[in-house]
């Protein structure tokens, strides 16, 4: 979890009949952001499951090799994954919706965009 109200400030405003939420650093909370995001990182490349198997395998080191094959290394895919994961997230943590799909787990390659919708919020009746 972001815990996106321990680090950001959000604004909200409606642009053309839709909704924008803002989200905002709140000054001196950076490494704070940075920290969490890192945490969580991993878990939208891969299943936990995943990692546990090749950790069990192989070891601590065949782990961040797996991982680092998964990062881009293009700024501009590195920002939209950024993208994606806090869209993701915001979505668990601060609206009535679930997005269980973590999409970067099924991109084709590491340097290609993903295509298609940026992420999918799903809310099941009650």
């Known amino acids: 979890m972001l815990s996106f109200s321990d680090w950001s400030e959000e604004e909200h405003e409606e642009v053309n009949g839709h909704a924008l939420r803002l989200l905002?650093?709140?000054?001196?909370n950076h490494e704070t952001a940075r920290d969490l995001t890192v945490d969580i990182l991993p878990d939208h490349y891969t299943s936990p499951e995943h990692?546990?198997?090749?950790?069990?395998?192989?070891g601590k080191g065949a782990v961040a090799d797996f991982l680092r094959t998964k990062?881009?290394?293009r700024p501009s895919l590195r920002s939209g994954d950024l993208g994606e994961i806090f869209a993701t997230e915001y979505i668990?943590?601060?609206?009535?919706?679930?997005?269980?799909?973590?999409?970067?787990?099924?991109?084709?390659?590491?340097?290609?965009?993903?295509?298609?919708?940026?992420v999918i919020g799903m809310r099941l009746p009650e």
């Not at 905002?24 to 001196?28: A, D, L, Y």
């Open 92 to 118: 668990d943590e601060r609206t009535e919706f679930s997005a269980p799909v973590k999409r970067l787990r099924w991109r084709d390659h590491r340097e290609m965009a993903m295509r298609g919708d940026d």
């Open 24 to 28: 905002t650093v709140i000054e001196g």
């Open 51 to 58: 990692l546990a198997r090749i950790f069990r395998k192989l």
């Open 71 to 73: 990062l881009p290394t």
